[in-house]
């Protein structure tokens, strides 16, 4: 089993930065990739940003050029750094991690980007 807990969620200015982290824990040697997902109200859930074990980085087009992924000790913690938001990512976003069997999810960290 991993366990996921996010963490940064905050409401930000449009045009602001925020940083999110996801903290693994439990068989996180079985982790095959992680990364994040959002879901907006009334929305389904889409991914942001994805890392795979040998550092191969998937971004969704509209999240291209202002966000990035960091995986630290693979992959105790992940890191999510978003600049330069706009009111469309208001959302909650969760941390997710695939192994070979199964897929894991956080509790979810609320990001309102607001004026």
Known sequence: ?????????????????????????????????IGWYRQAPGKERELVARVGRVGDRVYADSVKGRFTISPTNWV????LQMNTLKPEDTAVYYCNAHSSASVFWGQGTQVTVSS
């Open 1 to 33: 089993q991993v366990q996921l807990v996010e963490s940064g969620g905050d409401l930000v200015q449009p045009g602001g930065s925020l940083r999110l982290s996801c903290t693994a824990s439990g068989s996180i040697f079985s982790i095959d990739s």
């Open 76 to 79: 105790r913690t992940v890191y």
